[in-house]
């Protein structure tokens, strides 16, 4: 089955600093996301991205973060200047783009960052 | 009213045993309930959905029983096994567009040999 996929699966940056998570989601996808995992917690939407410009964002997602489909394949989240709290496990998914609130996701093995 | 919650929030159950897993609502707008797998180091991944127009889904040793007027949904997993070991999590569709989902808290399952 076809997989989306991360890189890289664990960064480690300094605070202020600014991080690029990548990901490459399955090649006839239409919809593409970022969800977060902060240790311990559940799993929460930051952003949806359709026809190269963001859908929904949500309180999460403030100025800090930006998205980008750079090229055909890759699905990037920029996170500017990073914060301790900002130490989650990163999460890239894409769906096929029905229409339906239904729509299933598939998502990364994700990428864990972590701000020091 | 956007929250699910889910219980418990582990769960240890032998071999050939049932897992049961709980979750609420309260936004009666809900309309999709799906209930995703995670394995240590992996995304979540779908196992099964339901939407509330039906009280049942089964899917092989996967069950989702769906109570509308309690606003409950649970997850039974028939005849556990070690390979069933994961985190289940609960989720509903925000009121958003597609792919905005609200994740329950998670609950870890044990099953043991």
């Known amino acids: 089955e076809p997989e989306v996929t991360q890189t890289p699966s664990h960064q480690v940056t300094q605070m202020g600093q600014e991080v690029i998570l990548r990901c490459v989601p399955i090649s006839n996808h239409l919809y593409f996301y970022w969800y977060r995992q902060i240790l311990g917690q559940k799993v929460e939407f930051l952003v949806s991205?359709?026809?190269?410009?963001?859908?929904?964002k949500s309180e999460i997602f403030d100025d800090q973060f930006s998205v980008e489909r750079p090229d055909g394949s890759n699905f990037t989240l920029k996170i500017r200047s990073t914060k301790l709290e900002d130490s989650a496990m990163y999460f890239c998914?894409?769906?096929?783009?029905?229409?339906?609130?239904?729509?299933?996701?598939?998502f990364g093995s994700g990428t864990q960052l972590s701000v020091l | 009213q956007q929250q699910v919650k889910q219980s418990p929030q582990s769960l240890i159950v032998q071999k050939g045993g049932i897992s049961i897993i709980n979750c609420a609502y309260e936004n009666t707008a809900f309309d999709y309930f799906p209930w995703y797998q995670q394995f240590p180091g992996k995304g979540p991944a779908l196992l099964i959905a339901i939407r509330p127009d039906v009280s049942e889904k089964k899917e092989g040793r996967f069950t989702i029983s769906f109570n509308k007027s309690a606003k409950q949904f649970s997850l039974h997993i028939m005849d556990s096994q070690p390979g069933d070991s994961a985190t289940y999590f609960c989720a509903a569709p925000s009121r958003g567009s597609q792919g905005n989902l609200i994740f329950g808290k998670g609950t870890k399952l044990s099953v043991k040999p």
């Open positions: 991205f359709y026809n190269n410009e963001i859908s929904e």
């Open positions: 998914a894409s769906s096929r783009g029905t229409g339906h609130r239904d729509e299933k996701l598939f």
